[in-house]
């Protein structure tokens, strides 16, 4: 039996962070799936006022970038979608390898947190 998700997994009760694998190489297709998860944790969290820490994604990537994947390049994807305030990066600047990335929003900042 599993144990039921701490609250910070969970939206509306029954909605859960999501685990999603990128098998993509090409650096600036994640880099825009990496901004896209971004937004849609941003449109599921700050636009719903939850007013509380949520972990939206983790995102795993099964393949090694073909160029690193770089944090300015994400947030230009998000600037240019009219959203220029959003990201806080707290992980390396630049993604060499696969790895898993967790996209969460901190209720604090009111910001949505790569680490």
Known sequence: MK??????????????FQVVTIEDRDREDI????????LACWERTERLNKGQNTLCY??????????????????????????????????DDTINSKRAIGIS??????KIEVI
């Open 3 to 16: 144990p039921s998700l701490p609250s910070y997994c969970r939206l509306d009760g029954n909605a859960e």
């Open 31 to 38: 880099e825009f799936k990496i901004a896209a998860y971004c």
């Open 58 to 91: 983790e995102l795993v990537l099964r393949r090694d970038p073909s160029d690193a994947v770089r944090k300015n390049e994400v947030n230009q994807v998000l600037v240019d979608e009219g959203y220029p305030t959003i990201l806080d990066w707290k992980t």
């Open 105 to 110: 929003y901190n209720a604090d900042s009111g």
